[in-house]
């Protein structure tokens, strides 16, 4: 399944997030830690490389990832020329305050209340940007919700009288290339459910899970994994749940959003969809130009 979402508000949201980085120092962008090149927006990083900004990575809800993952991530965005990268959860308020230091380190000729450090947040939809926007602001002024695309028109806030910051609605890109980033992206809630059926979401999920976290999955649902395949995780799902349809069989559909949902909240355990080795694996099953960045 070919997974594509690009609302029509995010054209404008786009050219005038192209206007403002005229005037910024840093970007800020946040990836969903669990799936970080997937949640890249290729159009930020074409925007911030034509004007030339260095990049603070956040790899947000680091509390639901794999840390092993995590730390390869990490390393291979701070390798990267113009970019740092910190993994933290925006709910952190502790973690969250390290920010403008790290965007400091990025610009240090914006350092005095005559040149203040401007910083603007980018990142895909209900990857947590309105979150770390109010944690930095230390106040609510971006709406926060569990659908994507909450946010509608950029907001700027003075943090301090050395730094601003803008807040950005979260932007889709008009074709994902990947499958599999479609699907990584569905099963992370940063598409709108109009966009993909839950059921393949579920199966790619199980999949997933069956190869890299077998035994968080069997925590979770207690069941045995030998011999069984994807589809078969979702029926074991719905049996341990009691998720039978009237004439016996599993609901299959309801089965799918629990497997969903778990992995969302981080009840099957800290689980990332992809490290930077299983990535570059799969552009290089599709014989297609990487997506995965190397060097900017």
Not at 104 to 133: E, F, W, Y
Not at 171 to 178: A, D, S, T
Request: hydrophobic share 40%; with cysteine; aromatic share 4%.
């Amino acid at each position: 399944m070919a997974v594509q979402w690009y609302p029509g508000h995010m054209t404008s949201a786009r050219k005038k997030a192209a206007e403002t980085m005229a005037s910024i120092d840093v970007v800020i962008e946040v990836l969903d830690a669990r799936l970080p090149e997937a949640s890249t927006n290729p159009l930020v990083r074409e925007l911030r490389l034509h004007r030339q900004r260095p990049c603070l990575k956040v790899l947000n809800k680091a509390d639901l990832a794999d840390p092993e993952a995590t730390r390869s991530w990490i390393d291979f965005y701070n390798r990267q020329e113009n970019v740092k990268a910190v993994a933290l959860s925006s709910k952190n308020q502790g973690e969250v305050a390290r920010i403008p230091a790290l965007c400091q380190r990025l610009a240090p000729h914006r350092n005095d209340n005559i040149k203040p450090l401007r910083m603007m947040i980018m990142g895909i939809p209900n990857v947590g940007k309105s979150t770390l926007m109010n944690a930095l602001v230390k106040r609510k002024i971006a709406k926060v919700g569990d659908e994507p695309a909450v946010t509608k028109s950029q907001q700027t806030h003075q943090i301090s009288v050395r730094h601003s910051i803008t807040d950005t609605p979260g932007l889709m890109w008009p074709k994902i290339e990947y499958p599999s980033d479609g699907l990584m992206l569905a099963a992370s809630h940063a598409i709108g459910r109009n966009a993909v059926i839950d059921e393949e979401v579920a199966v790619f999920l199980a999949g997933l899970l069956l190869a890299r976290y077998p035994a968080l999955l069997s925590a979770r649902y207690g069941f045995a994994l030998d011999g069984v395949d994807a589809v078969a995780v979702v029926e074991g799902v719905a049996k341990r749940r009691s998720l039978i349809l009237r004439g016996g069989g599993p609901d299959f559909e309801k089965a799918s959003a629990v497997l969903v949902q778990d992995y969302r909240e981080g009840k099957l355990g800290r689980i990332s969809l992809e490290t930077p080795e299983t990535r570059r694996m799969m552009i290089g099953a599709t014989n297609e130009t990487p997506a995965l960045s190397t060097g900017q």
